[in-house]
C-alpha cells in the first residue's frame, strides 16, 4: 500500500514534461495541458500499442495489468480510463490493477480521481433538465410569449443563439426586435416529439430501478392545455423516461473523441436530444445549452499523469464502457504520450473488454478521428476464461471457482482457444500484428500456458508470451515487453485498414462488424430500430462510424453462449444517435445501460480506519 509514490512535480519532470505543462492536483496527481502538443509538434510520435483481450470473466482478465506491467526498458507511458463507480462498488471491483502492475494510490484513482466523471454527470443532467424545461414551457406558452422570455427587452441575442440563427438561415447580425413574426416562432419553439427524445440522465452507480423512471410527477409540473380556452382544466406534465450510468453518457464519448477545446465545443453543442415534430434534429445548441457544458467540461479535457508501483507514468483520462459505449481512453491522452515518449519509446493504451468491442471500436472509431496508426495489439488471454470457453463451469463473482479452473486441464484450455483465435484473427483483419500475452495466475501449469502459445502462433500471432508481471511487475513482462518491440518493429503502417467505409448505409455497416467481428449469420431489427435507422438517414447520419452495445462475455449477444458461438443473429432493439460526439449507437441483445447490484455488492467489503484514514477493502 505505500510503494514510495515520486512527487508529482518529479515524475512529471522525468516524463518530460515543463513546470508550466502540470497543474498539481493533491500530493500524487496533476492535470496536463495540451499544450504538450504544440511544443512537440515536431518530434515524432512513438509506438502505439493497443491492449485488449478475449471475452473474459465477471472476475476480469488483466488488461488493465497487463497494460500497466509492459515495462519495455525505454520510456514508456500507460493511457488508461477512470474507472467508473459502478463496478468498483459492484461486482468487478477497482480498475487500477494489481499486485507489481497498478496505479497508485489506487484509492484516488478508483475514487473521484481529479472529478471528470462527476463533470460528466453535471453537464449530462444539466442538458437533460434543459430538455423537460422546455417542454413544459412550450407546452403552456405561446410563441410570442416564449420570444418575450428568451429575448427580454434591451438584451442580445447570446453566441449561442446566434448559432440558432445560423442553423435557421436568419440573419446572425439581427437583433431581436428585428425578426418578423415567422422567424421569431422558428426560432423560439423547438416543438420537440416527446417520443423521439433519447436522452437521459445519468449518475455513477449501479441502479437498475432508475432504468425507468416518470418524471414530471409533482404538484407544480402541471399546464393548461393551450387548445382548451381560458377555463381549460390543468394537466399533468409528466413523461417517461430513465437513467443511464455516466460512463455511458454521450458527453463521456465527447470527452473521449475531442481533440481540443473547440472540437469539444462543437461536439457538445451537436449533440442531438431529440427531433421536433418535423422531424428536424434538436441539439443542445438549439436548447443553448452547448457553452454552458463546455465550461464545465473545460477541466475534464486535461488527462490526470499519475504513475504505477514501478514509477511509469500513466495518463489517466475519459472512462466510456466498452460494452455500452466506446470503451476507449482519450485521444488527447494518446498523442500527448506518443509525443512524450518520443520515436522509440512506447504508449500502451488499453481497450475495455474482449476485442470483439474495446478493440473493434479502437480501430474503427478511435483512430478513426484521430488519424493513429498502432503498430501492435496485444490480445490478453488468461487460462482461467479459456477454460471457461472450452466449457467449463460458470465463472461467478464471489463464488469459489470449480475444481476444473484450479487444478490441470489441457484439454479445457485447448478447446477454448478458438475464443482466442476468433480475436486473433480480427485484429489481424485489421492489418495490425497480434502478441498474446497470457497473464499468468499461480494455478495455471506450464502444459497450459504452452498449449495457449502454441494456438496463438498457429493462428496467425506475430507472437505469444507468458507475462506474470502482476506478481513481479515489469521484470514479469520482460518477454511480453520484447515480443511488442519485435511486433512494432515488423510493423507496416501502411497495412492497417478499417473494416467498413463509413459511406455505407447504416445497416451494411452494423452487418459488417455483426457478421466479420462476432460471426453472426445475419442481423434483424425491431420495428423502433428500423424507424430510428430511417431517421438518423434523413437527418444526414447515416455516415457515421458504429458503436455496438452488447454483452462483453460472448461473441454474440447471448452472455452464456462461450467459445466460438456459430448459428446466431444479432438483435438491434434500439439505435441511438451520438451525433455530436460522431456514431450511431445499435443496442442489441437484453444489454442495460444502467447495471443493476448483486446480492452483495462489493461495497460491503469497503471501510475505513477513522484513526489513520486508511481505505480498507477497496481493490
Not at 391 to 409: D, F
Not at 502 to 510: G, R, T
Not at 522 to 545: H, R
Request: proline share 5%; charged share 25%.
Amino acid at each position: 500500500r505505500d510503494p514510495g509514490l515520486l512527487p508529482i512535480s518529479d515524475l512529471a519532470r522525468e516524463a518530460g514534461l515543463t513546470d508550466d505543462e502540470v497543474i498539481p492536483w493533491g500530493h500524487s496527481k496533476a492535470k496536463i495541458s495540451l499544450s504538450v502538443r504544440d511544443r512537440l509538434a515536431d518530434s515524432p510520435d512513438g509506438n502505439y500499442v493497443v491492449c485488449t483481450g478475449i471475452n473474459p470473466t465477471p472476475l476480469g482478465e488483466g488488461k488493465s495489468t497487463t497494460t500497466l506491467g509492459a515495462a519495455l526498458g525505454k520510456r514508456a507511458f500507460a493511457c488508461i480510463r477512470q474507472p467508473s463507480q459502478g463496478p468498483t462498488f459492484g461486482i468487478k471491483g477497482g480498475a487500477a490493477g494489481g499486485g507489481y502492475a497498478q496505479v497508485v494510490p489506487m484509492e484516488e484513482f478508483n475514487l473521484h480521481l481529479t472529478g471528470d466523471i462527476h463533470a460528466v454527470t453535471a453537464a449530462n443532467n444539466l442538458l437533460a433538465a434543459a430538455v423537460d424545461t422546455r417542454l413544459y414551457h412550450e407546452a403552456s406558452q405561446s410563441d410570442d410569449a416564449l420570444y418575450r422570455r428568451l429575448c427580454p427587452s434591451g438584451k442580445d441575442f447570446s453566441p449561442v443563439m446566434r448559432r440558432r440563427l445560423v442553423k435557421l438561415g436568419i440573419d446572425p447580425t439581427k437583433k431581436p426586435e428585428d425578426l418578423n413574426a415567422e422567424e421569431r416562432s422558428a426560432f423560439a419553439r423547438l416543438d420537440i416529439d416527446p417520443d423521439t427524445i433519447t436522452w437521459q440522465r445519468v449518475l455513477d452507480t449501479c441502479d437498475r430501478h432508475l432504468r425507468r423512471v416518470d418524471v414530471g410527477q409533482g404538484s407544480k409540473e402541471t399546464v393548461k392545455d393551450k387548445t382548451g380556452g381560458p377555463n381549460a382544466p390543468r394537466i399533468q406534465h409528466s413523461r417517461r423516461t430513465g437513467f443511464d450510468i455516466t460512463v455511458a453518457s454521450e458527453i463521456m464519448a465527447v470527452l473521449a473523441l475531442a481533440t481540443d477545446l473547440n472540437d469539444m465545443r462543437e461536439k457538445l453543442g451537436a449533440m442531438v436530444v431529440g427531433y421536433s415534430r418535423a422531424g428536424q434534429p434538436v441539439t443542445a445548441d438549439d436548447l443553448g445549452c452547448g457553452g454552458a457544458l463546455t465550461v464545465l467540461m473545460k477541466d475534464a479535457l486535461l488527462p490526470t499523469l499519475m504513475q504505477t508501483v514501478e514509477r511509469t507514468p500513466v495518463l489517466v483520462h475519459a472512462g466510456p464502457f466498452a460494452n455500452i459505449a466506446t470503451g476507449n481512453s482519450s485521444i488527447v491522452a494518446d498523442e500527448l504520450a506518443l509525443k512524450l515518449v518520443g520515436e522509440d519509446g512506447f504508449v500502451v493504451t488499453e481497450a475495455g473488454f474482449g476485442a470483439d468491442i474495446g478493440m473493434e471500436k479502437f480501430f474503427n472509431i478511435k483512430c478513426r478521428y484521430s488519424g493513429l496508426k498502432p503498430k501492435c495489439a496485444v490480445i490478453v488471454a488468461t487460462v482461467r476464461a479459456l477454460k471457461m470457453h472450452g466449457g467449463g463451469p460458470p465463472v461467478s463473482a464471489g463464488r469459489p471457482l470449480a475444481k476444473e479452473y484450479t487444478e490441470e486441464n489441457v484439454d479445457l484450455v485447448t478447446k477454448g482457444c478458438a475464443n482466442l483465435i476468433k480475436h486473433i484473427q480480427n485484429a489481424m483483419k485489421f492489418g495490425v500484428n497480434a502478441v498474446v500475452a497470457v497473464n499468468k495466475f499461480k494455478t495455471d501449469t506450464d502444459a497450459e500456458i504452452d498449449a495457449v502459445k502454441q494456438a496463438s502462433v498457429d493462428a496467425g500471432a506475430y507472437d505469444a508470451v507468458m507475462s506474470n508481471h502482476w506478481a513481479e511487475g515489469g521484470e514479469g513482462a520482460a518477454d511480453l515487453a520484447r515480443a511488442v518491440d519485435a511486433a512494432c518493429k515488423a510493423a507496416d503502417e501502411t497495412n492497417f485498414k478499417f473494416l467498413y467505409d463509413v459511406n455505407l448505409p447504416i445497416k451494411k455497416k452494423i452487418e459488417s462488424i455483426s457478421r466479420e467481428i462476432y460471426g453472426a449469420d445475419g442481423v434483424d431489427y425491431t420495428p423502433l430500430a428500423d424507424k430510428q435507422i430511417v431517421q438518423y438517414t434523413d437527418a444526414g447520419f447515416a455516415n457515421l462510424p458504429i458503436c455496438i452495445a452488447k454483452t462483453q462475455y460472448s461473441l454474440s449477444c447471448d452472455a452464456s453462449a462461450k467459445g466460438v458461438p456459430t448459428g446466431f443473429r444479432i438483435l438491434v432493439r434500439e439505435v441511438r444517435g451520438c451525433a455530436g460526439a460522431g456514431f450511431l449507437y445499435p443496442i442489441c441483445g437484453d444489454i442495460m445501460t444502467i447495471p443493476g447490484l448483486p446480492t452483495r455488492p462489493g461495497f460491503y467489503d469497503v471501510d475505513i480506519d477513522t484513526e489513520t484514514g486508511e481505505v480498507k477493502g477497496l481493490f
